[in-house]
């Protein structure tokens, strides 16, 4: 079966770096696009990245775009967001999701992973 | 402020049809399909409509979708306790090169 385990996150320090991993399993993950979506404490979703699933296209919410990237390694079935210059609203629980389509990013979320909370503060 | 309006809550008794809303702009929902999603309390969020109107394998057919120009709607007929959750809509922004979502509706079973 179909499933997503994140990891990395913790409390961070504003302006430090953090990179998340989501680990894929149950799919060949070099056929699907994935997703970034986080969500804020008692706040709604928001999307945060997409990468295709040859990994040549990718798309950034404006609010990270310059300081996060999205990545993957198809020898180890896994995910990753690189955030760096990180800021106080960028606390949030991060859920990696697997597009449902392969031949486009725009297909909507599948699978969900039960997400990794980042914490920035001094 | 989401690009996507939803109202921020709804309520009905068991076995009611509740219905929420979901309005947006050419650049979206006026141009692409919509998908909703569900998020029960302390889980993570799961696909419950995609394509404006289809429902995943497993999810009943008491949940439905139906979209107008730049608003769409997800109906819940026959309410359940179960059903007790946040509700999200979500749509490719042609605009933004993203995905948006809706700031979600939370319905309470009463």
């Known amino acids: 079966q179909v499933q997503l385990v994140e990891s990395g996150g913790g409390v961070v320090q504003p302006g430090r770096s953090l990179r998340l991993s989501c680990a894929a399993s149950?799919?060949?993950?070099?056929?699907?696009?994935m997703n970034w979506v986080r969500q804020a404490p008692g706040k709604g979703l928001q999307w945060v990245a997409v990468m295709s699933y040859d990994g040549i296209n990718k798309n950034y919410a404006a609010s990270v775009k310059g300081r996060f990237t999205i990545s993957g390694d198809n020898s180890q079935n896994t995910l990753y967001l690189q955030m760096s210059s990180l800021r106080p609203e960028d606390t949030a629980v991060y859920y990696c999701?697997?597009?449902?389509?392969?031949?486009?990013?725009?297909?909507?979320?599948?699978?969900w992973g039960q997400g990794t909370l980042v914490t920035v503060s001094s | 402020q989401s690009v996507l309006t939803q109202p921020p809550s709804t309520s009905g008794t068991p076995g009611q049809r509740v219905t929420i809303s979901c309005s947006g702009s050419?650049?979206?929902?006026?141009?692409?399909?919509v998908n909703w999603y569900q998020q029960l309390p302390g889980a993570a969020p799961k696909l419950l409509i995609y394509?404006?109107?289809q429902r995943p394998s497993g999810v009943p057919d008491r949940f439905s979708g139906s979209k107008t120009g730049t608003s769409i709607s997800l109906a819940i007929s026959g309410l359940q306790s179960e059903d007790e959750a946040d509700y999200y809509c979500?749509?490719?922004?042609?605009?933004?090169?993203?995905?948006?979502f809706g700031g979600g509706t939370k319905v309470t079973v009463l």
């Open positions: 050419s650049s979206n929902i006026g141009s692409n399909i």
């Open positions: 149950g799919f060949i993950f070099s056929n699907y696009a």
């Open positions: 999701a697997r597009a449902k389509d392969r031949a486009t990013v725009v297909t909507p979320f599948d699978y």
């Open positions: 394509s404006n109107s």
């Open positions: 979500a749509a490719w922004d042609d605009s933004l090169n993203g995905w948006v």
